[in-house]
């Protein structure tokens, strides 16, 4: 299925079908939505690199209140909502968070949910103006994907320090966005991160690219379901153990907050690549 279809195929699950206008209404609340969030980089990027020179605490506080206007804009332009649950599996002490990803949404969303955070992200965001700028000088785990062990050496490194400033640490496992419905995709690396570091893996599902699509313009009403299970230990086990638990458990909470066409099967004995701890 093709990019294009699969999304509307998404929106046919989630919403029904969509008639002209309705279809023209929302396209046009997205439109207002996108100039929103133009208005906000211009206005707020500035005051974010400024201010990160300086500490990157104070930057990122900068940086909450463009991320919470961006979601008030959401909530009140294209009528997006969110359902959190599992707020009392979230620990004292930050640690690495693996969540599902899906959508533009959870970037936005996770670092007002995990404060302070981190992600690790792909190095070439770097490049990007004024959003990317604002990453290097918030200390986010940059890498080069590229570069193999090199990178996962530069992840625990980077990550330890983090975690030691009172950072969350948070890794999207599947690398990149995933359609909705598409069969897991796994990555070693966070797993070997936190077992390297003994730090235990927060797991959060979530189904934003129903309202968010990852190949779609419009943003379609509805609520956003978020859940956060309970800490994976890592302390003492095998990179393969905890990311196994992990995809589990995603997985297994991806099922209940789901449209019914889009749900896959659990991962219990898919064969796996060979994973080094």
Request: proline share 7%; charged share 20%; with cysteine.
């Amino acid at each position: 299925m093709s990019g294009s279809a699969h999304v509307e195929a998404v929106i046919r699950a989630r919403h029904g079908e969509v008639g002209v206008v309705r279809r023209a209404w929302y396209t046009l609340r997205s439109v207002v939505f996108w100039i929103w969030q133009i208005v906000l980089t211009l206005v707020l990027g500035a005051p974010v690199m400024v201010v990160s020179l300086i500490s990157w605490r104070a930057g990122y506080c900068v940086a909450l209140v463009w991320l919470r206007l961006n979601f008030m804009g959401l909530r009140v332009i294209c009528g997006v909502d969110w359902d959190v649950q599992g707020h009392e599996n979230i620990p004292d002490t930050p640690c690495l968070v693996m969540s599902k990803h899906q959508s533009t949404w959870e970037t936005y969303f996770l670092p007002h949910l995990f404060v302070p955070a981190t992600y690790v992200a792909k190095r070439s965001l770097v490049w990007v103006p004024i959003f990317g700028w604002s990453l290097h000088l918030m200390r986010f785990i940059l890498i080069d994907r590229k570069s193999g062990r090199s990178a996962v050496k530069q992840m625990i490194d980077q990550a330890r320090d983090r975690l030691a400033h009172g950072r969350w640490v948070i890794i999207f496992p599947e690398g990149t966005r995933r359609p909705v419905g598409a069969e897991p995709d796994y990555r070693a690396g966070g797993a070997i991160v936190a077992a390297s570091l003994g730090t235990p893996v927060l797991p959060v599902a979530l189904n934003a690219g129903e309202f968010w699509p990852r190949l779609g313009f419009i943003k379609w009403p509805g609520t956003v379901s978020v859940r956060i299970g309970p800490p994976i230990l890592s302390q003492g086990r095998k990179a393969s153990e905890v990311i196994h638990d992990t995809e589990a458990w995603i997985e297994g909470a991806m099922r209940d907050i789901t449209s019914e066409p889009f749900r896959t099967p659990l991962p219990a004995d898919r064969p796996r690549e060979p994973l080094t701890d």
